[in-house]
Nanobody, 123 residues
Framework: QVQLVESGGGLVQAGGSLRLSCAASGRTFTLGAMAWFRQAPGKEREFVAGIPWTGALVYADSVKGRFTISRDNAKNTLYLQMNSLKPEDTAMYYC?????????????????WGQGTQVTVSS
């Protein structure tokens, strides 16, 4: 089992930036692809960005060009740099990990989840 802990959320004005981090511990040798999802009140959890063990990064159309996902495998840490934030980016952001090396946009394909970090963007 892998434990994931997110940090870096907060309140920011529209146009601002935040950097989320996700620290993994436990059976980190099983880490394959990792991803960020988000969920706003009353909405389904949605894919934001994903990074495979090796290979191309994947982004939701709504964040392409504004968000950057990266990972430091030596530190077992996942990051999400969020720039040009918009009020519609307001949500709880979750880090997720799976054993398989390839990215999936389906939350059900990820077996490990963090507790979430709140991002609020004011207009």
């Amino acid at each position: 089992q892998v434990q994931l802990v997110e940090s870096g959320g907060g309140l920011v004005q529209a146009g601002g930036s935040l950097r989320l981090s996700c620290a993994a511990s436990g059976r980190t040798f099983t880490l394959g692809a990792m991803a960020w999802f988000r969920q706003a009140p009353g909405k389904e959890r949605e894919f934001v960005a994903g990074i495979p063990w090796t290979g191309a990064l994947v982004y939701a159309d709504s964040v392409k060009g504004r968000f950057t996902i990266s990972r430091d495998n030596a530190k077992n840490t996942l990051y999400l740099q969020m720039n040009s934030l918009k009020p519609e980016d307001t949500a709880m952001y979750y880090c997720a990990a799976r054993v398989a090396p390839k990215i999936s946009r389906n939350p059900g394909d990820f077996g490990s989840w963090g507790q979430g970090t709140q991002v609020t963007v004011s207009s």
